[in-house]
């Protein structure tokens, strides 16, 4: 087992895979921008080193910044958690160059999965079903009309270089083509700085169901059966479940055959997760894109399979073979995780950052909290707002969703507002109680709530809020200058009063 692991990341992901090390008896090494000098992560690690400015860019995504650090504790071993660097072929490289191990899988099936199209072809080649389209990037705008016919609307326009949704269309006719086109184009060129496009019939009322994988380096490729993620918000996942509520172990067998298929295809090693579109009424599926990184929804596979996927994941990194055998993985219960935002559900879903003044996280029987934060964090603005992950476990769905309705009770957050109410009111829905979740749950939940409280602000009142929000922010941010040194030394007066260990120049490093 390695000595020494860097976690290339922070929040509670940094905290989920220090607890790993803990476990394993591997010092955790945490890095920290400016904004997070006094953060969770930080303290609970054996060792931070501060890698740069708040911005992400300058230093969450500092590939030589966090290599530097990397080599200066001398660990033996890279985590990079998910988000930020996770999913960059270049950072992977890096690491192995400085001749470090990195906790993921290779570069090279990185850069396959890295482009849409790409992985499309892989998937072909695999004989995994893709949903039909195109496997090239689109030449021009008269390829996209000619396939659009060939393949009949409605039809999806795609980012080659995206994922998760972004610089996504649907184009339901002919003549809303060419603007769908453009309007793609431009928004892949700004998010990924590349403007090619590709082409997928689409899938109507579809719901989203992904597979977790595990391959090693001795050729086995392994799954833990699916997650279901069609309750999405602007292509962000707010509630998974595992099994998904369809719950039909022939789904599952065949699903993670295709999955498995894929895996083998690239010859992957480590987590990863194969996401399928399913398409409700025929039960067909489609091989959509493959994650290579753990997901942020990986706990409620632990809770189901009893398996801990970030212990795997250093097992199978430092060359050693899987610990267990397909025939050994098997399902109990069930498990739903919502993820908690210092967001308001009332303004949009506007970010609502600040600091948390007050914070009664819950527990008790099939409760697991991820968190991020303590009483006292700050929620900073450059970052994502995620605070925390709830995930409860009961032996059906019912008594997972009574385990949920009695968490989100005991859930106090002050000082931010949070989506804890909306997940209240989506824990006593209905619809969601009956399991029939496609991709447009929420669309549905928000007009049924809409139709419930006619007092809802309008969409004019709604943007003014969202506005006013921001300009609030901008102007206490403006006169709160960054972190200072005063800042850090109150961080350790904060904690030697909260009691905790005080702190060893050696634990503060600075590149
Ligand atoms: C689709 C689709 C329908 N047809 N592709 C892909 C990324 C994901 N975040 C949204 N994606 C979709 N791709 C085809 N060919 C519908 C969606 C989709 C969706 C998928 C899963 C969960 C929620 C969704 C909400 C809107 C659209």
Redesign the pocket.
């Known amino acids: 087992m390695f000595r020494k692991v860097l976690i290339a990341n922070r929040g509670e992901i940094a905290i989920r895979i220090i607890r790993a090390c803990r476990e394993l008896g591997v010092r955790a090494v945490a890095i920290y921008s400016d904004a997070d000098v006094e953060s969770l992560h930080v303290r609970m690690a054996d060792e931070a080193v501060w890698v740069g400015p708040a911005s992400s860019s300058q230093s969450y995504l500092n590939i030589d910044n966090i290599i530097a650090a990397a080599r200066e504790v001398k660990a033996d071993a890279v985590h990079p958690g998910y988000g930020f660097l996770a999913e960059s072929a270049e950072f992977a490289r890096a690491v192995t160059a400085a001749g470090l191990t990195f906790i993921g899988p290779t570069a090279a099936a990185m850069e396959i999965m890295g482009s849409k199209t790409s992985a499309r072809r892989a998937a072909v080649e695999a004989g995994v079903p893709i949903?039909p389209?195109t496997v090239e990037a689109l030449q021009s705008f008269a390829e996209a009309s000619a396939t659009a016919e060939k393949f009949g609307y409605p039809v999806?326009l795609?980012a080659a270089a995206g994922?998760?949704?972004k610089g996504?269309r649907?184009v339901t006719n002919r003549a809303d083509l060419r603007s769908a086109f453009e309007t793609a184009q431009a928004e892949a060129a700004a998010a990924f700085g590349d403007s090619s496009l590709y082409l997928?019939?689409?899938?109507?009322r579809?719901?989203?169901i992904e597979i977790q994988i595990f391959g090693d380096e001795h050729g086995n490729v392994v799954h833990l059966g699916e997650r279901e993620?069609?309750i999405?918000r602007r292509?962000q996942k707010v509630i998974e479940e595992c099994p998904s509520p369809i719950n039909d172990p022939e789904l599952r067998r065949r699903m993670g055959a295709e999955a498995v298929k894929m895996g083998r295809a690239v010859n992957y090693t480590g987590a990863g997760t194969v996401e399928f579109?399913l398409a409700d009424t025929t039960r067909e599926f489609?091989f959509?894109?493959m994650n290579t990184r753990l997901q942020v929804e990986h706990p409620v596979t632990e809770l189901v399979t009893g398996r801990d996927l970030v212990r795997e994941q250093f097992r199978i990194a430092t060359g050693a073979p899987l610990s267990f055998t397909q025939e050994d993985v098997d399902w109990q219960g069930h498990a739903i995780e919502c993820r908690i935002y210092a967001e308001d559900p009332a303004n949009n879903f506007f970010p609502s950052p600040g600091t948390i003044t007050h914070l009664r996280e819950p527990a008790g029987p099939g409760v697991r909290i991820d968190s991020g934060v303590a009483p006292h964090a700050e929620v900073s603005i450059h970052y994502d707002p995620m605070i925390a992950k709830l995930a409860v476990w009961g032996r059906t769905r019912d008594e997972a969703i009574e385990r949920l309705r009695r968490a989100l009770d005991e859930y106090e957050v002050s000082g931010i507002t949070t989506n804890l109410e909306f997940f209240r009111e989506v824990a006593a829905d209905e619809e969601f109680v009956s399991g029939h979740l496609d991709?447009?749950f929420i669309a549905r939940f928000n007009e049924r709530r809409a139709a419930a409280s006619p007092e809802e602000p309008g969409q004019v009142e709604t943007d003014l809020a969202a506005i006013a929000a921001a300009l609030s922010y901008a102007l206490r941010e403006r006169q709160s200058s960054a972190v200072t040194p005063a800042a850090r030394s109150r961080w350790k007066m904060l904690g030697r009063q909260a009691g905790l260990q005080p702190l060893t120049s050696s634990k503060w490093r600075k590149l």
Request: charged share 20%; glycine share 18%; aromatic share 4%.
């Open positions: 949903v389209g999806m795609k994922g998760g949704g996504m649907l997928e019939k689409a899938v109507e579809p719901r989203h993620c069609s999405q292509h579109l489609y959509l894109e991709t447009g």
